[in-house]
């Protein structure tokens, strides 16, 4: 009878270096969306809007990179 084989422990995915230019967008946007939703909070509606706007504007920054 054949044993059976030991399940494999997954390994710790490798680290994947991300340039600093895609850090300093990714930055950027994490404060526009916090500032989006404290003015979301206060029911500020044009700076949410200014917020969100910003906020787009660096995700595309990321999509077209």
């Given at each position: 009878?054949?044993?059976?084989?030991k399940p494999?422990?997954?390994?710790?995915?490798?680290?994947?270096?991300?340039?600093?230019?895609?850090?300093?967008?990714?930055?950027?946007?994490?404060?526009?969306?916090?500032?989006?939703?404290?003015?979301?909070?206060?029911?500020?509606?044009?700076?949410?809007?200014?917020?969100?706007?910003?906020?787009?504007?660096?995700?595309s920054q990321?999509?077209?990179?």
């Open positions: 009878s054949q044993t059976p084989a494999q422990t997954p390994s710790a995915p490798p680290k994947v270096e991300i340039p600093q230019e895609f850090s300093d967008i990714a930055a950027a946007a994490q404060e526009a969306y916090e500032k989006a939703l404290s003015a979301m909070q206060g029911a500020d509606w044009t700076s949410f809007g200014k917020y969100m706007d910003e906020l787009s504007g660096y995700i990321m999509a077209d990179k």
